[in-house]
């Protein structure tokens, strides 16, 4: 392990940090919102990355470091809680909820976007002569600059990659809960009732939306990067 592979792991997790608190905390803002406090108790309303930590530890710090450490790549998860009951009796706010999580990971995505392209014009940053996930903007210099261009990059392609999966219409991610928002109110319900009743067996839709996020992954980051570099060539 070299001295930039390490600095490298601790940009990757404070921005993987920033976006799996982001994410919960919508959830949960969206639930108090609903009328489910469920996740507000639990002190999941909130960008203080500890009660989500504490809620999964394994999945913020433990995997996430390990997964980095023998892969170079940073892998976890995060939760909020819900009352299964209101999304039942509310399927509507519910599938809200949902999306709440991926919106957030959108909008770091085009908040990134937005950093990048100020970096450009004030000089801190410039076009990159190829891109990559870690890589999707140049540094001008070395140093800090190096440091920030990275934290972009990934705050850009990490919030990408998250919003995406997590709208995969299949349980347990988001975007199975959301299909509510497009069904009668008695499917929507019984989408709330599945999505909360399966417990063991949604390892089974992890793994199907795996096999399925690649194809759909890569050309949506191509197009994000063309959106990101009009005319510039990169993504095609």
Known sequence: MNTEFLIAGVVWYVVFLLSTTCHEAAHAWAAKLGGDLTAFHGGQVSLDPIPHIRREPFGMVIFPLLTYATGGWMMG????PYDPHWSERYPRRAAWMSLAGPGANFSLAIFASILIHIGIWTGFFRYPDSVSFMHVVEPAAAGVASGAATFVSLMFSLNLLLGTFNLIPVPPLDGFGALGLFAPEDLARR??????????????GLLLAWQVFDPVFQPLFAFALRALYPGQGYGT
């Open 77 to 80: 998860w995060a939760s909020a």
């Open 191 to 204: 989408i709330q009732h599945l999505g909360h009743s399966l417990g063991s067996f949604s390892i089974i």
